[in-house]
């Protein structure tokens, strides 16, 4: 079992939709949880953090479900800027980052 | 703030040449920094954490006598491939750790190096 699972979609949404993507890890010991957005060819870029108690970010929203050993970005109100891959990134140990396999997302117009 | 910036951003080199690449943070100082290797359609696979001052930790089954990485000041992290093989074309993205203290750390990536061997 990989330690980050991500569906590699795509996910194919129209303008104005709402999106949710989860991930899935293995390490109940992991500390922090993060979402990336990668656009084609470039970097990552930080998205957002996710905190035990969700956190929202304008039309983002991040959940951890400890128990369950997963987490969550909900996109509300979809932008054509928004297609990308999302990564879901869970730490393993203090400080090293371990990547899921991205989320496409497209959103048409 | 928290700009990392690599260089070069593209390389194409002939088989059995070695690449040198250069990761910078700019207005912060890191004591760790991370080398990164992503293939087409997959994900970011880390291989090898940088430590100022130090030995830098490989992952399992990255070579170190292979990826050489020097990390000799606060702000700066090499990653030499030595004798470059077609198969080691991928894309190399360094990142550094920014201490957030009660956000955890928090890695900011380079903008990656494309390396095509011929």
């Known amino acids: 079992r990989k330690e980050v699972e991500q569906d590699p979609g795509p996910f194919n949404v129209p303008e104005g939709a709402t999106v949710a993507f989860n991930c899935t890890y293995s390490?109940?010991?992991?500390?922090?949880f993060f979402w990336y957005r990668q656009d084609c060819r470039k970097e990552p870029k930080l998205l957002m953090s996710?905190?035990?108690s969700g956190n929202e970010d304008g039309r983002f929203t991040a959940q951890l479900n400890r128990a369950s050993q997963y987490i969550s970005l909900l996109i509300r109100d979809s932008k054509l800027s928004d297609s990308a891959t999302y990564l879901c990134?869970?730490?393993?140990?203090?400080?090293?980052?371990?990547f899921g396999t991205g989320t496409r997302l497209k959103v048409l117009a | 703030g928290a700009v990392v910036s690599q260089h070069p951003s593209w390389v194409i080199c002939k088989s059995g040449t070695s690449v040198k690449i250069e990761c910078r943070s700019l207005?912060?100082?890191?004591?760790?920094m991370f080398w990164y290797r992503q293939f087409p359609k997959q994900s970011l696979m880390l291989m090898a954490t940088?430590?100022?001052?130090?030995?830098?930790?490989?992952e399992q089954g990255v070579e170190k006598d292979k990826f050489l990485i020097n990390h000799a000041s606060l702000t700066l992290s090499t990653l030499t491939v030595t004798s470059a093989h077609p198969e080691d074309s991928s894309f190399y993205i360094c990142?550094?750790?920014?201490?957030?203290?009660?956000?955890?750390?928090?890695?900011?990536f380079g903008p990656g190096t494309r390396l095509t061997v011929l």
């Open positions: 940088s430590n100022e001052g130090s030995k830098a930790t490989y």
């Open positions: 996710v905190y035990s």
């Open positions: 990142s550094a750790r920014l201490l957030a203290g009660g956000n955890g750390d928090t890695q900011y």
């Open positions: 990134v869970v730490t393993s140990g203090t400080y090293k980052y371990i």
């Open positions: 207005d912060f100082q890191a004591t760790t």
């Open positions: 390490n109940s010991a992991s500390q922090s």
